[in-house]
């Protein structure tokens, strides 16, 4: 089984991650998927350079707050292309962890494109929480962030209202999970652990 784990920047995603996997959960971190097939440089790195220009690289790497000021500025046509292109490749690599991970009963992918991009799982859990809040966590986990870029990055993503009308349309009730993110998180994997018993305390479970 896998569950998504979702929400906009800011909203507590890869802490509650981290706690879950202390607790032996395997956890596939999607900004990583997509950064290590950025790194790779192969058919989605040469498109998106074709595409955009140089001017997305910094140091031969794809800046990704470069690449997300040049896709603005592109067509639906041509943005829609790529966005396409690069979901196939990270669909192939969520099936090879979901391939690698078959035996355990419950596994967990985390990344705010998920409802975004109708990436499919099985259960969902969304977090959300005041922008102001996830601004303030986007200013302490990049310091020195131009309060630009923290706006740019906040206002191109779902708005709580919108994720939660999305996630309700995907999911049944006994898939979907909605979580206010403002304080505790201990109390939030306490939640989310209760309704889809992702932590069990039988060791096998833990392995």
Do not use: W
Request: charged share 40%; glycine share 6%.
């Amino acid at each position: 089984m896998l569950i998504g784990l979702t929400g906009g920047a800011g909203s507590g995603k890869s802490s509650v991650a981290k706690l879950l996997r202390k607790q032996g959960v395997k956890i596939l971190d999607l900004d990583k998927v997509i950064m290590t097939i950025y790194k790779e440089k192969g058919e989605v790195f040469n498109l998106l350079v074709e595409t955009c220009g140089e001017g997305i690289l910094k140091n031969g790497e794809i800046e990704r707050n470069y690449l997300r000021d040049k896709l603005r500025k592109l067509s639906e046509k041509k943005k829609n292309f790529l966005k396409q292109r690069e979901l196939d490749e990270i669909k192939k690599r969520i099936e090879e962890f979901k391939e690698k991970h078959k035996l355990k009963k419950r596994t967990v992918l985390e990344g705010a494109r998920i409802l975004e991009d109708n990436i499919k799982t099985d259960k969902l859990i969304l977090l959300v929480c005041k922008p102001q809040l996830r601004k303030e966590r986007i200013r302490q986990r990049n310091k020195g962030i131009p309060e630009e870029i923290i706006n740019k990055i906040v206002q191109g993503q779902l708005t709580n209202k919108a994720a939660k009308l999305k996630a309700k349309e995907n999911f049944p009730k006994e898939n979907l999970l909605i979580v206010k993110n403002e304080s505790n998180l201990k109390v939030v994997v306490e939640k989310i652990n209760k309704k889809f018993r992702i932590v069990n305390n039988e060791k096998t479970d833990l392995q």
